[in-house]
């Protein structure tokens, strides 16, 4: 007798019933999705094997980017194969056979209640922070309390019993969340197969202009460049890592700095990915579970100079696929991360 096929997993941060469990619902239905109590989980459980993919939030309209991400995206060994936009709708739950006008207190993750301040204030309720929006109406439904609600994606009430009292509470209709799927293998972003984007994380050196010089050739060669962070290194505020998205891929598009494989590079030093991308607009989550990017590759993104002993190079391809081009500069930008998603 054969065994069947092995379950395919995917891990998420947060309790059954969260917007990171309902995308993985929406995108991959056939997959077991894995909660996680914490991002660093939620990495772990794909780099050891518990998991094969991880579903990450990056970015929200309204709330920015999300917190730790840029902590763990370097440090992984994960490669960003897809990315998926989730329109954010919240309801307003209470346990069965409670009303609206009974409710006095509303529980919910620090971000919802932020975002729901409408609702919250035309009700005179008193907000409580919970760890999770799920978890707040798990919390919700064991309290059994008529005077007690959450404040939880609509999937929520489903999963933990609870009645929904208003539908759609979030304040603005643009709330989307961006997230990206990491797995422990490089799938390769096709080029030539629709628009794609390319993130990748840097550092630069404390020198006067030095970001300018390093980016500089993005502007000279077309390329359009949609982000751009910074972080603090190792606590110190002498050096400054960057993440950067530029639309294209690494083949095709001409980048602003010369990308080169590196052994040598830093242990915080990470490369690139291309992933495919499709953009509708912060609607609905317009990308399917397309698999593609280049990973996460070993690179040094060295802008080149007319003042310094190297001589620029000559447009070529480097062993990552990307296409070199340099910008007039003296300061050397170590390479961090690099992915390409279709978009």
Known sequence: MTDGPATQRIAYQGEPGANSHLVCKEHYPEWEALACASFEDVFAAVESGEADLAMIPIDNSIAGRVADIHHFLPASHLHIIAEHFLRIRFSLMGIPGSSLDQVRTVHSHVHALGQCRKIIREHGLRPVIAGDTAGAAREVAEFGDPTQAAISPPLAAEIYGLQVLADDVEDEEHNTTRFVVLSRELVEAPAGNGPVVTSFIFNVRNLPAALYKALGGFATNGVNMTKLESYMVGGQFTATQFLAEVDGHPTTCRSGARWRSSRSSPPTSRSSA????????????????????????????APWGSASTAKRPTPGTSKAGATTSAPSSTARATPASVSSVPK
């Open 274 to 301: 291309s992933t495919p991308r499709t953009r509708s607009g912060p609607s609905e989550q317009p990308l399917g579970p397309q698999l593609g990017g280049t990973g996460w590759m070993r690179l040094n993104i």
